[in-house]
């Protein structure tokens, strides 16, 4: 509670706790200045004298696998998010916690959302002390209200791996739900009526919880096909009516904006890929799920087909765009970190060009390289851009902590990074002087679009140069920004923020980017 | 070098080293006795930083990459052996680091080979200390004649892939012979003209070696699909012109036993399994590549077709004769751990259902179980085996070390295990008084099948009940002894065993099961 916090100011200039959750913290010291030292964590080492011959390490249920497991007050449990807002085995895991009677758990989800705002009375009652994990609508909100006992801890999905192989946080037991698995605990994610696609946010919880425990509603013998998670790593497997609500683990409407503004924002980012020479064949480029995200692909396709081009690769979030992109021959593979819809869904389980990766080839800073850096462009939003490219997606203007930062960080290594964002949302200016929460170092942020001209980074001299001559409408940001504030009536009221921090900003190497600080409800 | 070395007694009444290479021992202590402690080991912590943001890790040659990884005198440097006989790049590797100067190096082959003889060369001038590995033919000759610095240690599949785990061998430079992989380091065996399939046996050593370079002769663009190997545990891409001669990597010319004693065999052990009842829907079997096993697995297709029977899995070593079975949908999947002929490696390379493992998925006996116990039925080879069941796969009744493992050990643990070998060879009598090297402790072999008869472990009434009736010719091993030693003029010759202690034999928990002594030329 109301504890004294030591701040230090990082080399941003934000002010971070030194102390988060009763572990020392190191602000952040610059892009890519971070040294690591040390070995990676690693698991206990087990013999398979105390596991099943037979390889059956079914338990009857999630309250018996924990006790199993030793559950007991103060642990760490986790789950993944693929099943995203219809899981129902992270609040049954929690609730079978609480049956149990355990206290002050750290609860370690890849992301949480609004279908789990029941933890926040499991937070009342003290069966979870804090959470550190995405945070998305209500107990990100409960977080910022200054309401939970610790400090949230925000990390993209390459800081979780990062976070978790280098021994930052300790995972006691983890539980993964499984579309599919057998009884060993080998695991599927793209098969069974739950079916979500990958599974690689689970694959780090796998790898080195002390326990881990595979909950399924789609039982097969031995082998399950593909095993995404190994049973070799699983201590205990339980079978579930339902791991999830389908019709929540994909949307199966996943659409392409129709707003004039943002069609136009989308269109201006393909014709910035085509225009800057990004868009040759060869290429690469990642776009998530969101409208306007989906209309760029589409615009992209177009452009690729009239051109003649074809990527190597694209990156997902998968969807039904991407799909096409495969099927239509536009690109060789689609190397997928999180499957959205139905259509995406079916290609990963059948096609062995759409490949399933993990955070750890993906995203993880610290290794020997990842994806990340080698993607040609990538397509990203953001909540608040400010004059020096800085972004936030975590919080809203009010300083309200309402979204998780999924891969976002992480695809700042891309080799252009473009925010594909409204000028103004709720009539609110998304460009700022200052973002509230900062998220994303500017100096990384290379491109801003809106429907209202297009800013690129001056420090990317090399693609202002490559698009002189083009139609689109480049501008300088402070201009866009004059423009909206104008339209809108002024800047985004600052918000009242309270002086203790409720949750920190990790960046990609485990250092304190930023702090959120408490507000008012 | 002749320093004294202390010995002790083990609970197989063997007398073994308790000190090898400078490392305490723990002598075996009985099958699933021996608890670890500890965590398992991990490698450094490394970051993006340090690598180019291209993915591109290329470095003109393995001299050059060895250099970059600090090669240095008394390092561990390993390979895989996916392409046996063929193999070009360990000796690539190792006369690499004799050019660079280096002394006193540790090479930790998964297995050696007779092509690779020159090591013995490398031994002489120092460069290589001694070899911890599989050493067949020539390699295994030296170390049994006492010429080799250290002592060998041979281990299985899975106890190799333990020991690297739990911290035994700490592995510097790994370096990794890839039939494909891109610039990044992702590397897959199934494709390329030096194609081999499963490369199941460099995976530890990509995970846990401090560094590790890929070797290629068939570079990819980015991104490598599958990737077996992850370039994100890479730190070094080497191209060049072949990595292996394809006619000796896969034989193509994996035949059949014609010899009719050893058909004889095969059809026993079919028969065996089929009167036994461990045929039937959904079980499981593995066996080997060598003239019996082959012979076997046709007589046993055989049968399942006339039965109407379809295993769930079968395991390689793979060979056109199960690829077979998974094409007549005489089986659901192969799960592979290495790939013998053309026809297991084109299947490898398409068949989804054809789906490579990995020693730590199959054999490791320090995880949380492995596929090695859910296996039914097993059938292995022999050099010898004694009248208490115990089995010697790695020295002659002459006392030379000239074959490894394998995944021999592990295979132990299957529900039924049968050795199928001929009663003699070269008439040397097969089952005899004390195996020369306990390889396999006798309480986990289960039938030995000879051309002579059928024995079963009297520990396994419930194999002798359940071919009661059957017309095989089921004997008790003491009767099939005596007629063998009727028909070769006694027993075997004892081998003229010096002393002194050339290599020892682990068991799949990483004790000290047997010891191979000097024998002198």
Same mark, same amino acid.
């Given at each position: 509670?109301?504890?004294?916090?030591?701040?230090?100011?990082?080399?941003?200039?934000?002010?971070?706790?030194?102390?988060?959750?009763?572990?020392?913290?190191?602000?952040?010291?610059?892009?890519?200045?971070?040294?690591?030292?040390?070995?990676?964590?690693?698991?206990?080492?087990?013999?398979?004298?105390?596991?099943?011959?037979?390889?059956?390490?079914?338990?009857?249920?999630?309250?018996?696998?924990?006790?199993?497991?030793?559950?007991?007050? !103060?642990?760490?449990?986790?789950?993944?998010?693929? =099943?995203?807002?219809?899981?129902?085995?992270?609040?049954?895991?929690?609730?079978? +916690?609480?049956?149990?009677?355990?206290?002050?758990?750290?609860? $370690?989800?890849?992301?949480?959302?609004?279908?789990?705002?029941?933890?926040?009375?499991?937070?009342?009652?003290?069966?979870?002390?804090?959470?550190?994990?995405?945070?998305?609508?209500?107990?990100?909100?409960?977080?910022?209200?200054?309401?939970?006992?610790?400090?949230?801890?925000?990390?993209?999905?390459?800081?979780?791996?990062?976070?978790?192989?280098?021994?930052? &946080?300790?995972?006691?037991?983890?539980?993964?739900?499984?579309?599919?698995?057998?009884?060993?605990?080998?695991? @599927?994610?793209?098969?069974?009526?739950?079916?979500?696609?990958? =599974?690689?946010?689970?694959?780090?919880?796998?790898?080195?919880?002390?326990?881990?425990?595979?909950?399924?509603?789609? =039982?097969?013998?031995?082998?399950?096909?593909?095993?995404?998670?190994?049973?070799?790593?699983?201590?205990?497997?339980?079978?579930?009516?339902?791991?999830?609500?389908?019709?929540?683990?994909?949307?199966?409407?996943?659409?392409?904006?129709?707003?004039?503004?943002?069609?136009?924002?989308?269109? $201006?980012?393909?014709? $910035? %890929?085509?225009?800057?020479?990004?868009?040759?064949?060869?290429?690469?480029?990642?776009?998530?799920?969101?409208?306007?995200?989906?209309?760029?692909?589409?615009?992209?396709?177009?452009?690729?087909?009239?051109?003649? &081009?074809?990527?190597?690769?694209?990156?997902?979030?998968?969807?039904?765009?991407?799909?096409?992109? =495969?099927?239509?021959?536009?690109?060789?593979?689609?190397?997928?970190?999180?499957?959205?819809?139905?259509?995406?869904?079916?290609?990963?389980?059948?096609?062995?060009?759409?490949?399933?990766?993990?955070? $750890?080839?993906?995203?993880?800073?610290?290794?020997?390289?990842?994806?990340?850096?080698?993607?040609?462009? &990538?397509? %990203?939003? +953001?909540?608040?851009?400010?004059?020096?490219?800085?972004?936030?997606?975590?919080?809203?203007?009010?300083?309200?902590?309402?979204?998780?930062?999924? !891969?976002?960080?992480?695809?700042?290594?891309?080799?252009?990074?473009?925010?594909?964002?409204?000028?103004?949302?709720?009539?609110?200016?998304?460009?700022? @002087?200052?973002?509230?929460?900062?998220?994303?170092?500017?100096?990384?942020?290379?491109?801003? &679009?809106?429907?209202?001209?297009?800013?690129?980074?001056?420090?990317?001299?090399? %693609?202002?140069?490559?698009?002189?001559?083009?139609?689109?409408?480049?501008?300088?940001?402070?201009?866009?920004?004059?423009?909206?504030?104008?339209?809108?009536? !002024?800047?985004?009221?600052?918000?009242?923020?309270? @002086?203790?921090?409720?949750?920190?900003?990790?960046?990609?190497?485990?250092?304190?980017?930023?702090?959120?600080?408490?507000?008012?409800?």
């Amino acid at each position: 509670m109301p504890e004294r916090v030591e701040l230090a100011q990082n080399a941003a200039g934000r002010s971070v706790p030194t102390m988060v959750n009763g572990k020392p913290q190191i602000p952040y010291i610059g892009v890519g200045k971070y040294q690591p030292r040390g070995r990676k964590q690693a698991p206990p080492i087990r013999s398979n004298k105390d596991y099943p011959d037979s390889g059956d390490k079914r338990v009857p249920d999630l309250e018996t696998a924990l006790r199993n497991c030793g559950l007991h007050d !103060g642990m760490v449990i986790s789950n993944h998010h693929h =099943l995203r807002d219809g899981d129902r085995v992270a609040l049954m895991m929690l609730e079978a +916690a609480a049956r149990i009677g355990v206290k002050d758990l750290m609860w $370690f989800p890849s992301a949480s959302f609004p279908s789990q705002q029941s933890a926040i009375a499991l937070m009342e009652r003290g069966v979870i002390h804090h959470i550190e994990g995405s945070m998305n609508g209500p107990l990100g909100d409960y977080c910022t209200q200054g309401k939970m006992r610790g400090m949230g801890v925000l990390r993209s999905h390459g800081g979780r791996w990062q976070a978790i192989q280098d021994g930052e &946080v300790h995972i006691d037991i983890a539980v993964i739900a499984a579309p599919t698995a057998d009884t060993f605990g080998d695991a @599927d994610g793209s098969h069974g009526k739950s079916a979500c696609g990958s =599974l690689g946010f689970a694959l780090a919880d796998s790898m080195y919880a002390d326990h881990v425990i595979v909950v399924t509603d789609n =039982l097969v013998p031995f082998p399950c096909i593909p095993w995404q998670i190994q049973g070799n790593n699983v201590d205990a497997v339980v079978e579930v009516e339902s791991i999830g609500d389908p019709a929540k683990i994909v949307s199966g409407t996943t659409q392409i904006t129709r707003s004039p503004d943002r069609l136009r924002i989308a269109e $201006f980012v393909a014709r $910035f %890929l085509r225009d800057a020479g990004i868009m040759k064949n060869g290429f690469s480029f990642q776009a998530g799920a969101g409208g306007i995200a989906l209309a760029f692909v589409d615009y992209l396709r177009r452009m690729m087909k009239e051109d003649g &081009v074809k990527a190597r690769f694209v990156r997902g979030g998968s969807t039904k765009y991407l799909v096409d992109l =495969l099927q239509e021959g536009l690109t060789d593979y689609i190397l997928d970190g999180q499957t959205f819809d139905l259509d995406a869904v079916k290609s990963i389980a059948g096609d062995p060009r759409h490949v399933p990766t993990s955070p $750890f080839t993906s995203y993880n800073y610290h290794g020997k390289g990842s994806f990340a850096s080698m993607v040609d462009a &990538v397509v %990203l939003g +953001a909540t608040e851009v400010d004059v020096n490219f800085n972004g936030n997606v975590v919080t809203h203007s009010d300083g309200r902590l309402l979204h998780g930062i999924g !891969g976002w960080q992480n695809c700042l290594a891309a080799g252009c990074t473009i925010l594909a964002v409204p000028s103004f949302r709720d009539r609110i200016p998304v460009i700022v @002087d200052e973002v509230t929460t900062l998220t994303g170092p500017g100096e990384l942020i290379d491109v801003v &679009v809106t429907e209202r001209g297009i800013a690129i980074n001056p420090l990317r001299k090399d %693609l202002l140069d490559a698009v002189k001559g083009s139609k689109l409408p480049i501008r300088p940001i402070q201009d866009i920004k004059a423009e909206v504030e104008r339209i809108c009536g !002024g800047k985004p009221t600052r918000p009242k923020l309270g @002086d203790r921090p409720v949750a920190v900003v990790k960046w990609v190497d485990g250092t304190v980017l930023d702090t959120v600080w408490q507000v008012s409800a």
